[in-house]
């Protein structure tokens, strides 16, 4: 099946540092899409991209959809203690019978130390 | 805004006993998804439905149903509950089944089996 490996798994950094992280996989999507979870909650979508090479921001938060469509990159600048939680991205492939499952990667841990 | 609403937030019940979630999307998104979240794991697609009419099959088991209703509400039945069953249930919505077309989840119901 599908596979998103997304990494890094975790990370550690301090307020105001930047963070990115990023997912690839063998397989193209036609959309790739990035959400927070907090603990016991479900995710929520930060951010969404539609189009191969497009770069959206929102605030803080800045994501692009790899040119090849197999990856994409999550980046947050200036990081505060909200921004602690689980971050996944999630390909989507339109087309058929699949009306938008999404595949999703492993996660990526966010402790931000104040 | 409306959200995504799913009861019960949290279950617990006993091996080989039935349990029944339900998801109310968001008003006027008709189509509904079912992903299932171990802990520390990613969540996991399992079943949809677009208009009343199941859309697509994930690696939901033989021993789980669901369906959704003229109200566009939907219900996931599992019987015979495992203890490999214990998870967080979420249900997401978006308004049809374009590429575009955002999703956006519930809070999820936490199903514990003791």
């Known amino acids: 099946g599908q596979q998103l490996n997304q990494s890094p798994q975790s990370m550690f950094i301090q307020e105001g540092e930047d963070v990115s992280m990023n997912c690839t996989s063998s397989s193209i999507f036609n959309t790739w899409l990035w959400y927070k979870q907090d603990p016991g909650e479900g995710p929520v979508l930060l951010i969404a991209l539609y189009k191969a090479g497009e770069l959206t921001s929102n605030g803080r938060l800045t994501a692009q959809f790899g040119i090849t469509r197999k990856d994409s990159f999550l980046n947050i600048s200036a990081s505060i203690p909200s921004d602690v939680g689980i971050y996944f991205c999630a390909g989507l492939r339109a087309g058929g019978t699949s009306y938008g499952k999404l595949t999703f990667g492993q996660g990526t841990i966010l402790t931000v130390h104040p | 805004a409306a959200g995504v609403i799913q009861s019960p937030r949290h279950l617990i019940k006993e091996k080989r006993e039935t349990a029944t979630l339900k998801c109310y999307p968001i008003p006027r998104h008709d189509t509904v998804y079912w992903y299932q979240q171990g802990p520390g794991q990613d969540p996991q697609f399992l079943i949809s439905?677009?208009?009343?009419?199941?859309?697509d099959k994930g690696s939901i088991p033989d021993r789980f149903s669901a369906q959704q209703f003229s109200d566009y509400h939907s219900e996931l039945n599992m019987s015979s509950l495992e203890l490999g069953d214990s998870a967080l249930y979420f249900c997401a919505s978006r308004p049809g089944t374009a590429a575009n077309e955002k999703l956006f989840f519930g809070s999820g119901t936490q199903l514990s089996v003791l």
């Open positions: 439905f677009y208009e009343k009419m199941q859309s």
